[in-house]
């Protein structure tokens, strides 16, 4: 396996600067892919101008949004600044919002620190009277970071909304059914859960244990990128909150998951970074799966074929 990957970027400001050359977009240009009418823009997920830009009066029925949780990547704020910040860049997904429609937040907790920023969102979340809360996911990593004096830490908290009445698209797992119970008679027979249900595997619920976090060994991994969602999990949630043709908004580019996730379950995705080599690494990341089928680039980078020219 070749290894040439990149340091992260949130880390490394001279790798990040050293990029900047390679990138084809400048703060406030967007990139429209004339194929099938995705689009990343670098923007600011706060500035309601930005955003106005990009939807041009389009209405979305999902949005995915994985913001910098303040903790240990990227800029972190004092903690009534970082809510505040929040609280504009929620406002402005609303506005851009279908009448029925659904939102997604991934977000983090830090343990050490009085569990900020999570429940200070969740409180805020409470001003926005048209979403209305769903449900509390928990995805669990395989791999965590401990301590002897203290549990493992291998969650990773995922919050749904809705507004107005969207449809919900029922998913199951990859874990098969191997407890039998809960029986219950129909037609006069009496029946195990297992006899009725749908599917020989369990349905997903508020707590995901059978997605695999990314690391450097798989396909999808692109260095450079901190914290990046798997494929998988994004998959589920735009399989079971979107139809085929819809629109999907992810004010947070990043390693541009929810484009690829989008782009192979025919959703049309508008993504937006403020930083022009994370909006660089999403729109590489959507050529490259086309031209080879790979979704990332497991320890490579996005940027090596600049680097030898």
């Known amino acids: 396996m070749k290894n040439n990957p990149l340091p992260r970027l949130d880390e490394d400001r001279r790798a990040r600067q050293a990029l900047l050359k390679d990138c084809r977009l400048a703060p406030g240009q967007i990139w429209l892919d004339t194929q099938t009418g995705h689009k ?50 929620v406002n402005n997904t609303i506005a851009h919002l279908d009448n029925d429609a659904c939102v ?18 969740m409180v805020m979340m409470r001003q ?21 004096k203290n549990w493992m ?13 969207p449809s919900f698209n029922v998913q199951y797992t990859d874990i098969p059914k191997v407890l039998k119970g809960y029986y219950k008679k129909i037609n006069g ?17 508020n707590v995901w244990v059978d997605i695999q976090q990314v690391f450097y060994r798989m396909h999808e991994n692109v260095t450079g990128c901190y914290a990046q969602k798997p494929l998988k999990s994004i998959d589920r949630i735009i399989q079971s909150s979107s139809k085929e043709g819809d629109l999907v908004l992810d004010f947070f580019a990043h390693s541009g998951a929810t484009l690829i996730s989008a782009e192979t379950l025919g959703r049309k995705c508008y993504t937006i970074d403020t930083d022009p080599v994370f909006c660089e690494i999403t729109i590489r990341r959507l050529e490259r799966f086309r031209k080879t089928g790979e979704t990332g680039w497991q320890n490579n980078h996005p940027f090596e074929e600049s680097a030898a020219e």
């Not at 997604?104 to 969102?121: C, E, M, T």
């Not at 995922?158 to 009445?165: I, M, P, Q, S």
């Open 153 to 165: 830490a291998v969650r990773q908290e995922l919050l749904y909304y809705v507004k107005g009445n």
């Open 128 to 148: 926005f009277k048209e979403l209305i809360s769903r449900s509390f996911i928990t995805m669990r990593n395989q791999r965590g970071y401990g301590t002897a």
């Open 40 to 89: 990343v823009g670098c923007l600011d997920a706060a500035d309601a101008e930005d955003i106005n830009n990009l939807l041009a009066g389009e209405k979305a029925q999902l949005a995915v949004h994985d913001p910098p949780y303040n903790l240990v990547a990227f800029q972190q704020r004092k903690l009534d600044e970082f809510i505040q910040w929040c609280s504009q860049w």
């Open 189 to 205: 027979r009496m029946t195990e859960n297992s006899q009725r249900s749908k599917s020989q595997c369990i349905r997903a619920s």
């Open 104 to 121: 997604y937040f991934w977000f983090g907790a830090d343990q050490n620190n009085g569990f900020q920023p999570l429940p200070d969102f």
